[in-house]
């Protein structure tokens, strides 16, 4: 994927990582992390039942988004969410 033509201060996933096959979340972050500004915020959203494991770990590997706050679901009926800051 080529850069972006725009880039945004925040980019929100919401409930878009549970679609996906557990292998394409890692390229599909550092997509995603494309549009954000350098400094801006990436927030994503997946029901609690998807893994937060999965999640946690390809986070980890796109070196150019910092895991600012994880915040589990209550339950498996809710959402845990992700922000994350991209680096300059």
């Given amino acids: ?3 972006p033509f725009f880039e945004f201060d925040v980019v929100l996933a919401l409930s ?3 679609t996906l096959r557990e292998s394409r ?4 972050l550092d997509a995603l992390a ?3 500004k350098p400094g801006g915020i990436f927030v994503v959203t997946m029901p609690a039942s998807a893994g937060a494991h ?3 770990r ?5 070196r150019r988004m910092k895991l600012v706050l994880f915040r589990a679901a209550a339950t498996r ?5 992700f922000v994350m800051r991209k680096g300059s």
Avoid at 77 to 81: A, E
């Fill in 77 to 81: 009926t809710h959402r845990d969410l």
């Fill in 58 to 62: 390809e986070i980890e590997r796109v």
């Fill in 54 to 56: 999965s999640m946690l």
């Fill in 1 to 3: 994927m080529s850069a």
């Fill in 34 to 36: 494309g549009f954000a």
């Fill in 16 to 18: 878009f990582f549970s």
């Fill in 25 to 28: 979340i890692g390229a599909w």
